[in-house]
């Protein structure tokens, strides 16, 4: 359950997600499902920066401690999977969060051999996508 910028964990504690030391990448090829992505991450006080292709994140995104990436698999330049796959994707050293509308077991199988840290099916839960972000990024450093 949010509350005021907070994330309540399963122990009743309230803490506070992120800071300005943490960025949260989307890529989603959909402008509405990343802005609704942007506005849930912010309100619990990440920093957020967001793309509609696996091209404009690569132009952009400059590695750094702290960061995470959510990237929606069907996108229009390419799937999510075939970028984690790639050189490219294969060289990033952030946590990876593959979300999709459509997905299936070997999907899900796929993804995580690819470098996935985490896969959810669209509809999202808000509480634990972003309990997902805080344990990864937490755990990454």
């Given at each position: 359950m949010a509350f005021?910028?907070?994330?309540?964990l399963g122990s009743g504690?309230?803490?506070?997600?992120?800071s300005d030391?943490?960025?949260?990448?989307?890529?989603?090829d959909d402008?509405?499902?990343?802005?609704?992505?942007?506005?849930l991450l912010e309100s619990h006080g990440c920093r957020v920066e967001d793309f509609g292709s696996t091209?404009?994140?690569?132009?952009?995104?400059?590695?750094?401690?702290?960061?995470?990436?959510?990237?929606?698999?069907?996108?229009?330049d390419q799937t999510g999977l075939a970028f984690l796959e790639s050189n490219e994707g294969a060289a990033l050293n952030l946590p990876v969060?593959?979300?999709?509308?459509?997905?299936?077991?070997?999907?899900?199988e796929r993804a995580?051999?690819?470098g996935a840290d985490a896969y959810?099916?669209?509809p999202l839960n808000d509480a634990v996508l972003v309990a997902t972000i805080l344990r990864l990024l937490k755990a990454s450093g």
């Open positions: 005021d910028g907070f994330l309540q504690a309230f803490e506070r997600l992120m030391d943490f960025t949260i990448f989307i890529v989603d402008e509405a499902v990343r802005d609704s992505l942007k506005l091209r404009d994140f690569l132009h952009t995104f400059r590695p750094g401690p702290g960061q995470c990436l959510v990237l929606d698999h069907h996108l229009a969060i593959v979300v999709t509308g459509g997905g299936d077991q070997g999907l899900k995580f051999r690819a959810f099916d669209k």
